[in-house]
């Protein structure tokens, strides 16, 4: 079955850097697109970008151009999202959703979300 | 960018209950607009896809319907794991809406 397994829980400073990780099983990880997705306390899901498994290419939503990297393990089915500059509005859980083998754009699967402190 | 808008932001309903939420998108996107349910605490599950297909599992007193800017989802008669907050997203590469508060009566 497909699984989603997310780096634990991070505690950073401003002005740091974190980066989770995602790592997949249960299907061929290079047939299906990546998302993050994140979730402030008490506040809606941001979309945040995609990357192709594949050909490691990616699109970031522009909120956080310049500021996250996705980047992709193929050797062992892992994503990885790195944010940088961190802001006490970066704490939040960070989910990583799988897209549709035809990137349809939707999420069945996703991890179990990993939750990022931003405190000095 | 296409934003995605929600009503209303919260309701009360009681168990049993017909509950309509309604997601307007600035322009049209055809039917390409899902639904999620989160719980407390969890990850987001899909209940409806491009508009109107059911997702396997999900139980038929979920529907979407709409194309084009609106949609709605309907809970044709509400169960007491129904309480949650719902959101629509268009697919993929976009933001979601600002999600709908389904609570207890």
């Known amino acids: 079955q497909v699984q989603l397994v997310q780096s634990g829980a991070e505690v950073k400073k401003p002005g740091a850097s974190v980066k989770v990780s995602c790592k997949a099983s249960g299907y061929t990880f290079t047939n299906y697109f990546m998302h993050w997705v994140r979730q402030a306390p008490g506040q809606g899901l941001e979309w945040m970008g995609i990357?192709?498994?594949?050909?490691?290419?990616?699109s970031y939503a522009q909120k956080f151009q310049g500021r996250v990297t996705m980047t992709r393990d193929t050797s062992t089915s892992t994503v990885y999202m790195e944010l940088s500059s961190l802001r006490s509005e970066d704490a939040a859980v960070y989910f990583c959703?799988?897209?549709?083998?035809?990137?349809?754009?939707?999420?069945?699967?996703w991890g179990q979300g990993t939750l990022v402190t931003v405190s000095s | 960018d296409i934003q995605m808008t929600q009503s209303p932001s919260s309701l009360s309903a009681s168990v049993g209950d017909r509950v309509t939420i309604t997601c307007r998108a600035s322009h049209s996107i055809s039917t390409h607009l899902n639904w999620y349910q989160q719980k407390p605490g969890k990850a987001p599950k899909l209940l409806i896809y491009a508009a109107s297909s059911l997702q396997s599992g999900v139980p038929s007193r979920f529907s979407g319907s709409g194309s084009g800017t609106d949609f709605t989802l309907t809970i044709s008669r509400l169960e007491p794991e129904d309480f949650a907050v719902y959101y629509c997203q268009q697919y993929g590469f976009s933001p979601f809406g600002q999600g709908t508060k389904v609570e207890i009566k």
């Open positions: 959703a799988r897209d549709t083998y035809d990137s349809s754009g939707y999420f069945v699967h």
């Open positions: 990357i192709n498994p594949r050909g490691d290419s990616t």
